[in-house]
C-alpha cells in the first residue's frame, strides 16, 4: 500500500487532541528548519561576500 495513504488513515485514526499536538509540532519543527536554513544563507553568503 502506498506509505502516504497508509500513514495519512493512521493520522486520520488518532484522537483529535493528539493531531492537534502533532500538527503544532510539525508546525514548530518545520518554521525551526526554515529559521535554521535562513541563518545558514545568511553565513554562507556572509562568508562568500566577505
Known amino acids: ?3 502516504l495513504d497508509y500513514f495519512a ?3 486520520n485514526k ?3 487532541l493528539l493531531r492537534i ?3 503544532k509540532r510539525l508546525l514548530a519543527f518545520s518554521n525551526s ?3 535554521y536554513k535562513q541563518s545558514l544563507w545568511l553565513f ?3 562568508v ?3
Do not use: K, Y
Open 9 to 11: 488513515d493512521n493520522i
Open 1 to 3: 500500500p502506498n506509505s
Open 48 to 50: 562568500w561576500f566577505c
Open 21 to 23: 499536538d502533532l500538527g
Open 33 to 35: 528548519l526554515r529559521v
Open 44 to 46: 554562507l553568503s556572509g
Open 14 to 16: 488518532l484522537p483529535r
